[in-house]
């Protein structure tokens, strides 16, 4: 205990890091603020309706989840980044199969800054076509009361406040990311999954009281086994697969060079969570389509949370996702061409296409279980719900929520231990190393 209280004191004597500390908790203030700023012509006493549509039903409680409770109190965040994550996934897919976007990526920090103009530009579209949408679920879930100005001139006066909102904490996400603390749109996302854990464990608790016997002891059992589901989960984002590589002894003048055995950490889940956030943004287009009435046809199925089709196709979505996203970016040839220039093999294992040939197996074998245990994780909160525990605390079980924010705390701890161990203070860990991410 009192090595992390030490711990906590040297991060504060570091004033570059507790700048960053500072600057990143004031604008996460701000866009906290901001998610309980109603949209202008909207009657705030009258959002009973939206808000238990959010808490009942499966996919609009994730995404009210993840905009911080914005979605559900009609606030000016409340799209939240969701469309600038799917804009991002459709750039870098882009960057795959399109010419012209994979010499951007070759360009280095100029084909990057295009990657971003051309993700803000897609990010607006695609606010276009869902900020309509989120304003057809309020006048079909909101009395007309509520509605203080009507007509065409509040449909267009309130989707322009929706795509501002987004587009300013795309804004407060930049500014993180350059002056503050972590990677800023994952920090986004993750503050508002914690936000809505308080309401979600008093609902959870509110619930379990109702009931006449056990419902003390049930909570606790459920709080247990939501520890391990978190233990399991950082056990699957940290989990990797060491590739030892031995480099070749090289003399310049005096001093020796190579001669040293390293090591390739292939990572069981190298995806992280794109997976599970590809495959929610396909299951949400028929919901989307029938304007947010999940009781007709496709939708009725894919709508149904706790169905047993939605979580199969879900489940099998995540599977293979898991192994394309991984396809994407692992490249094997790639790394030994890297290894073969630097004078490094794996022992047993001639350089160039066996060695690639021996890492693309390697990755195969251990995306298989990655994938399953990713697809379990991704459908753990269905399984809770169906056990009779509260919608909105179900979807800490598992899914994206629990993956982000298991991987977004795993990076921020290990760019602060990085401050530390710059200037020599202790890390986080007993180890005085966190093992590190390479990404959500």
Same mark, same amino acid.
């Given at each position: 205990?009192?090595?992390?209280?030490?711990?906590?004191?040297?991060?504060?004597?570091?004033?570059?890091?507790?700048?960053?500390?500072?600057?990143?908790?004031?604008?996460?203030?701000?866009?906290?603020?901001?998610?309980?700023?109603?949209?202008?012509?909207?009657?705030?006493?009258?959002?009973?309706?939206?808000?238990?549509?959010?808490?009942?039903?499966?996919?609009?409680?994730?995404?009210?989840?993840?905009?911080?409770?914005?979605?559900?109190?009609?606030?000016?965040?409340?799209?939240?980044?969701?469309?600038?994550?799917?804009?991002?996934?459709?750039?870098?897919?882009?960057?795959?199969?399109?010419?012209?976007?994979?010499?951007?990526?070759?360009?280095?920090?100029?084909?990057?800054?295009?990657?971003?103009?051309?993700?803000?530009?897609?990010?607006?579209?695609?606010?276009?076509?869902?900020?309509?949408?989120?304003?057809?679920?309020?006048?079909?879930?909101?009395?007309?009361?509520?509605?203080?100005?009507?007509?065409?001139?509040?449909?267009?006066?309130?989707?322009?406040?929706?795509?501002?909102?987004?587009?300013?904490?795309?804004?407060?996400?930049?500014?993180?990311?350059?002056?503050?603390?972590?990677?800023?749109?994952?920090?986004?996302?993750?503050?508002?999954?914690?936000?809505?854990?308080?309401?979600?464990?008093?609902?959870?608790? %509110?619930? !379990?009281?109702?009931?006449? /016997?056990?419902?003390? $002891?049930?909570?606790?059992?459920?709080? @247990?086994? #939501?520890?391990?589901?978190?233990?399991?989960?950082?056990?699957?984002?940290?989990?990797?697969?060491?590739?030892?590589?031995?480099?070749?002894?090289?003399?310049?003048?005096?001093?020796?060079?190579?001669?040293?055995?390293?090591?390739?950490?292939?990572?069981?889940?190298?995806?992280?969570?794109?997976?599970?956030?590809?495959?929610?943004?396909?299951?949400?287009?028929?919901?989307?389509?029938?304007?947010?009435?999940?009781?007709?046809?496709?939708?009725?199925?894919?709508?149904?949370?706790?169905?047993?089709?939605?979580?199969?196709?879900?489940?099998?979505?995540?599977?293979?996702?898991?192994?394309?996203?991984?396809?994407?970016?692992?490249?094997?040839?790639?790394?030994?061409?890297?290894?073969?220039?630097?004078?490094?093999?794996?022992? %047993?294992? !001639?350089?160039?296409?066996? /060695?690639?040939?021996? $890492?693309?197996?390697?990755?195969?074998? @251990?995306? #298989?279980?990655?994938?399953?245990?990713?697809?379990?994780?991704?459908?753990?909160?269905?399984?809770?719900?169906?056990?009779?525990?509260?919608?909105?605390?179900?979807?800490?079980?598992?899914?994206?929520?629990?993956?982000?924010?298991?991987?977004?705390?795993?990076?921020?701890?290990?760019?602060?231990?990085?401050?530390?161990?710059?200037?020599?203070?202790?890390?986080?860990?007993?180890?005085?190393?966190?093992?590190?991410?390479?990404?959500?």
């Amino acid at each position: 205990m009192k090595k992390l209280i030490d711990t906590i004191k040297n991060i504060f004597k570091i004033e570059e890091l507790r700048k960053r500390i500072v600057y990143t908790v004031l604008l996460i203030l701000v866009y906290r603020l901001g998610c309980f700023i109603v949209v202008p012509g909207i009657d705030p006493t009258q959002l009973d309706a939206l808000q238990t549509q959010a808490e009942n039903n499966g996919l609009l409680g994730l995404l009210n989840m993840f905009s911080g409770g914005a979605f559900s109190n009609a606030s000016i965040f409340a799209l939240g980044v969701m469309p600038y994550i799917s804009a991002s996934i459709v750039i870098q897919l882009m960057g795959i199969m399109v010419p012209y976007f994979q010499r951007m990526q070759r360009e280095g920090e100029s084909g990057r800054r295009k990657m971003n103009q051309w993700t803000r530009y897609l990010t607006i579209v695609i606010l276009a076509l869902q900020g309509p949408a989120y304003l057809t679920n309020l006048h079909a879930q909101l009395p007309e009361t509520a509605f203080l100005i009507k007509g065409f001139s509040f449909n267009f006066f309130a989707t322009i406040v929706l795509i501002g909102g987004t587009m300013f904490i795309m804004w407060l996400g930049e500014r993180i990311t350059d002056r503050g603390l972590g990677n800023g749109i994952s920090l986004i996302i993750m503050i508002g999954i914690i936000a809505r854990l308080p309401y979600a464990l008093a609902a959870e608790f %509110g619930t !379990k009281m109702n009931q006449t /016997t056990g419902s003390f $002891l049930m909570l606790i059992v459920e709080l @247990i086994i #939501l520890f391990f589901v978190f233990v399991a989960t950082i056990a699957l984002v940290q989990g990797t697969r060491k590739i030892p590589v031995q480099y070749a002894k090289r003399i310049i003048g005096n001093k020796q060079y190579g001669g040293v055995r390293q090591y390739i950490p292939l990572k069981i889940n190298a995806a992280g969570v794109m997976p599970i956030i590809f495959a929610q943004a396909l299951m949400l287009f028929p919901l989307i389509f029938a304007s947010f009435d999940a009781t007709r046809g496709l939708a009725a199925t894919l709508g149904n949370y706790t169905g047993f089709w939605y979580n199969f196709i879900f489940g099998f979505m995540v599977v293979a996702f898991t192994y394309f996203y991984t396809a994407v970016t692992v490249n094997p040839t790639m790394m030994a061409e890297d290894m073969k220039k630097n004078g490094g093999f794996i022992p %047993g294992i !001639k350089p160039g296409k066996k /060695t690639a040939d021996y $890492l693309d197996s390697v990755m195969s074998r @251990i995306t #298989l279980p990655g994938s399953f245990f990713l697809a379990i994780i991704a459908i753990l909160p269905a399984f809770a719900m169906k056990l009779g525990v509260n919608n909105q605390f179900a979807h800490f079980y598992g899914g994206t929520s629990l993956l982000i924010l298991v991987g977004v705390v795993l990076d921020t701890l290990q760019q602060i231990e990085s401050y530390l161990l710059m200037r020599h203070y202790d890390g986080l860990m007993k180890t005085g190393r966190l093992k590190g991410r390479t990404g959500m």
